[in-house]
């Protein structure tokens, strides 16, 4: 089968994007990578979980990338890896630690990408490298009831909700104007087994904010949570 031109291009670019690291040569250090991928709520490591490391070149998103090592997690979440490298490298490249994003979790630090999840690091830090904490948060859904039991002339009405130290959430539903004023229910994801904080707020057609509230709660598992607000 003859492949086109352009497209025999386009793969061997692609396969040029990431090359093995180049031998060490001079400032030469056994570096250690290890840290442990886990439910915090559970403190229950996730086992096999595929773990890379490779080079970055700082500010180029498309520019060659070069693995450092590979490996997995093993039944309680932790890995280690070992590996020589050359750590004027982090002059212009950053280490960076990778797992694939599973959509069942939250994971902080933020994926990288709807597919997988970053680590990085611009210099060479003995402890960090080796006490890296990636946190999963399982997901689960959150009903939220909105009864219209007010009369006022408003100018917008929202709520939003977050969870954790690292605020993951955001605003999920808005409103604008009492004439989209009606009852309502959605649903949000959220994490069980830790608090859940739902804010809503109203401003009135003068531009006074009238209502600023915040709630929690904790969610189950099983998705059952309801979560009602008159406005």
């Not at 399982?138 to 002339?153: G, Q, S, V, W």
């Not at 229910?185 to 904010?209: C, M, N, R």
Request: some cysteine; glycine content about 6%.
């Amino acid at each position: 089968m003859r492949i086109p031109l352009f497209l025999l291009l386009i793969t061997i670019a692609f396969i040029s994007c990431r090359k093995n690291q180049r031998t060490c040569k001079g400032n030469c250090v056994d570096v250690k990578i290890g840290g442990r991928v886990f439910v915090p709520t559970t403190n229950k490591g996730i086992k096999d979980v595929p773990i890379e490391a490779f080079w970055a070149k700082k500010g180029c998103l498309n520019c060659t990338s070069y693995t450092i090592t590979a490996g997995r997690t093993d039944s309680d979440g932790k890995f280690m890896l070992t590996r020589t490298i050359d750590s004027s490298f982090f002059r212009d490249y950053r280490l960076v630690v990778r797992i694939p994003n599973d959509t069942s979790y939250y994971i902080f630090p933020y994926p990288g990408s709807t597919s997988y999840q970053d680590t990085h690091f611009d210099q060479y830090d003995v402890g960090a490298l080796q006490n890296i904490k990636i946190e999963c948060f399982p997901k689960t859904f959150l009903t939220i009831k909105l009864r219209r039991t007010m009369a006022d002339d408003f100018h917008y009405f929202f709520v939003q909700h977050y969870f954790n130290k690292h605020g993951f959430g955001g605003q999920e539903f808005s409103i604008i104007g009492p004439q989209a004023a009606r009852d309502t229910t959605y649903q949000v994801q959220t994490s069980p087994d830790v608090y859940t904080k739902i804010q809503w707020t109203k401003k009135l057609a003068t531009g006074e904010i009238i209502s600023e509230q915040i709630d929690s709660l904790i969610c189950p598992a099983n998705g059952s949570a309801v979560f009602e607000i008159d406005y």
